[in-house]
């Protein structure tokens, strides 16, 4: 277990994020006690996300300079987000001091394209998980990866099993199934269908094939990022 | 199967709601196709959530007007949104004529003082099930409640399994499972400690005491909502 006694936990905030990817682990996180949660953008505009809405960011780049944990969201602007040299900066100013550096879904893309996953295993949407070895760093299907002091949690929802899970860490056990239950965290999916395998070969290409005419672009862009990685 | 081309969908917004409770399912209806998602709020100014940033409304009151599913989140802040007339109003307003009429969490409560559950089966966060009879509802220890067209959600992260049941009402199982997959919900929480019975009566007490010690008037304002509740 960690010592931290007012723990500050640094999210990125950036356009057309999967909004789910940064809230819920930020509903858990508030609950670490004594935390401080800033949402962290290029400007205190607005950012708007992938479901219609805004969210509005606590503070710029240049103020949050370090952080206990550093949490990257993911969602279709992670390719965006790969490609710009000051969110890469950022990511990789704050990962290279903080305690934790981890991330949900695609979040762990731009972990990697700041060279901060070279060497580590990660994981990250199931239907982004190729990418991650373009960054050096060593795909694992699990929800949640930990390797040293990094942390990875799978697509969207796995963002609350990883943050329990790092709760768990830093808390200890009892304070992070206060936090299970305080969530009222007994999940009850509707299907079995939330992993590729679980859903079938049909459905699984269906969605990723989906989710590669959305973006057409994102192989070469990724892949692009990942020619220009700098070393953490 | 509801027949809905365009469902439009409108979250109530208030402060010091518990942002999960309304960023969970507005994850999931982004994915209904075709929808329309609208935050709406007393005014445009932000509207500071439990975690310490804001979420920017989409529309105030007088704006919207109807809405294929109303859903109703909750959070400490929905004891001041059971007392505010105008919140009432609009609730009681959409709720009159929406196809949908939903909740997560304590978001039910202010569904119950708006006067829409009287006569209707309904859940809510396991800690305050049993102001639910307050405002004539008969309480169920389920995580989704389906009575007729009003749908709620238990605590917090019920608002996923929620959102993906109501997906599968309106649009078939087929694109509620791909749904899930997209959102890659396999869920695994790292304890089982996501109810009381699972949890046990020690945390389950501990929990609950807390959340009366940090709103110690709560009791007594609910009651007075509920003597005040005008019938919908």
Redesign the interface.
Known sequence: MSEMTSPSVAFLLYPDV???DL??P??VF?RLGGQ??H?VAASME?VAT?????????APFGEVTRADILCVPGGHGCVAAMEDEETLGWVRAVGGKAAWVTSV?TGSLILGAAGLLAGYRATT??AWRDYLSLFGAEPVAE??VFDRNRVTG?????G??FA??LT?EIRG??H???V????????????D????E??GPE??S??AER?RRESPTRDARIRAAAACMQPA
């Open positions: 999967t909004q789910l809230t819920a930020a509903q508030s401080t949660i949402l607005p992938d479901c219609g809405f805004s969210i509005l960011p606590t879904c949407h199931w929800r949640v799978g697509g969207v929802t796995a609350i099993d329990l899970a768990a056990d009892a992070a199934k206060a299970q239950l305080g969530l009222e965290y007994d999940p009850a999916p509707p299907f269908a939330g992993s590729p679980a859903a459905l699984a269906f969605v989710g």
